[in-house]
């Protein structure tokens, strides 16, 4: 897959007491930024990126849980609450 680099000269300008750029609309439209966006310092420059939701997916959720090295032994009980010997019609 070709990746195609477009670079592109942005002046900056004042805003009240402060100074900014402002970013062409068809370019926030393209990376689906609206009210805010991330800004990282990176070894390569500087990196504007989209927000990301808080949401943690499944995966990450056990990842963080398994980090926290909690005890969960007292929930071992539920597992032979006799429920497994009855049959269950599903």
Do not use: C, H
Not at 27 to 39: H, I, N, R
């Amino acid at each position: 897959m070709n990746k195609m680099l477009r670079s592109r000269d942005i002046k900056i300008v004042q805003i009240g007491n402060s100074l900014g750029v402002r970013l062409p609309k068809t370019v926030l439209q393209k990376y689906g930024f609206t009210d805010s966006v991330v800004l990282e310092e990176t070894s390569r420059g500087l990196l504007l990126r989209k927000k990301q939701d808080d949401k943690l997916s499944w995966v990450d959720t056990y990842k963080a849980m398994a980090n926290e090295g909690e005890d969960w032994g007292a929930y071992d009980q539920t597992l032979l609450d006799g429920l497994e010997d009855d049959d269950v019609d599903a």
